[in-house]
């Protein structure tokens, strides 16, 4: 397993719940300590919403808005993408400018007893790519509401599949697919930053038992 797919796995396992010892997730994943107190740090600066206490372990924090503000979750797509886009530009004034707006951003993040909010700043290896899938998401988010059917094919090789797109989940800077996969028979989880190719196909498709979006949640329970 690379670090990269390492701090994707770390992602899902914290929002399956907690707390998850140090201890635990190093002998889970094969590494030291060491590794996962710097994984968490990566994860923390990227914006994963992510929190340690001694002696219980790390946990996913609750979600926070900005005063007066509520932002759904295309709006902030818009804002880590644009960021992510901004933060790697050749261009050292928007590079600087993507740095001052995630800086007055995080200063107006609220507060909370005994700790200060992190985590809007720019992001870090391997979270930087992460905008590489934006281009995607209209579709995906057309197809959900049209019942629409889709061949997708990832990064990596292993062929096209189809797929019925289920819903979109947003989790720090990682967008993921939560799909039937009707090439395996089986619910997938797609990290949209990792779809090459996606079609949106004329089939279209209906509510079947074993295959619907309450049973992948009932499947996790």
């Keep these: ?14 929002r399956r719940g907690g707390p998850h010892r140090a201890e635990d997730l190093a002998a889970r994943f094969g590494v030291s300590l060491r ?4 994984d968490m740090e990566t994860l923390s600066a990227s914006g994963v919403p992510v929190e340690g206490t001694r002696g219980q372990g790390y946990r996913a924090k609750a979600g926070v808005t900005l005063p007066s503000l509520v932002l759904d979750e295309a709006e902030l797509e818009v804002l880590h993408v644009a ?8 261009d050292a004034s928007l590079r600087d400018a993507a740095a001052s707006l995630a800086a007055k951003i995080e200063e107006a993040l609220p ?12 992001a870090t290896y391997p979270f930087d790519a992460a905008a ?13 509401r049209a019942r629409q059917k889709l061949r997708i094919r990832l990064a990596g090789g ?17 967008w993921t697919a939560i799909v039937w996969d009707e090439t395996a028979a089986d619910f997938a989880e797609v990290r949209v930053d990792r779809i090459e190719e996606l079609t949106v196909l004329p089939q279209l498709f209906v509510d079947e038992p074993g295959k619907r979006l309450a049973d992948h949640h009932a499947a996790r329970a």
């Design 1 to 14: 397993m690379t670090r990269s797919e390492r701090l994707y796995a770390l992602i899902e396992t914290l």
């Design 111 to 122: 507060e909370e007893p005994g700790r200060r909010a992190e985590g809007f700043g720019l």
């Design 83 to 90: 960021l992510a886009v901004m933060g790697g530009a050749e």
């Design 158 to 174: 292993g062929g096209a599949r189809v797929a019925r797109p289920l819903k979109l989940d947003y989790w720090g800077r990682l």
């Design 35 to 38: 590794t996962i107190y710097r």
């Design 132 to 144: 590489r899938g934006a281009e995607h998401l209209p579709p995906l988010r057309a197809a959900i």
